[in-house]
């Protein structure tokens, strides 16, 4: 459902956050039915002359579990996995003596709120012109996923003499 076009001025950009809300339940609701979680990371897009300009938000995700790639000229797609991990705060050894375990061995929590997005994720970006999948930049800095998409650049006309 979610389209680069509908993020520009005068295509639908005050619906925004409309678009965001049923990108939300649809996400919520095709969740519920999997036993494999899923969230939507959340991405800026801004358009320059010359290129599309994405800034999205993964905290905590390693690059090796972030995969973007063309499936066709005109549609990117962004997607991965995290898994949850946890820092203890009691040195390893060092838990109490009759703490509940589960079958690793490790001891088992009861957890009073999950809020952090873990699962499978995927964004898929429709561009509105063509662009140039051989020149595409890629970083990860600071758990923001910033990717350059330039746009393929007119086809300028050549005049032929005829010798």
Known sequence: ???????????GGDFAPLFRLLDDYDDHRSSRNQSVTSFSPRFDIRESEDAYHFDGELPGISQKDIDIEFSDPQTLVVKGHTEREYQTSEPEGKAKEGAKKSDDGKPT???WASERSVGEFQRVFSFPTPVDQHNVKASLKNGILAIQVPKVSAASSKKITIE
């Open 1 to 11: 459902m979610s389209l680069l076009r509908a993020n520009f001025p005068g295509s």
């Open 109 to 111: 929590h009861r957890f």
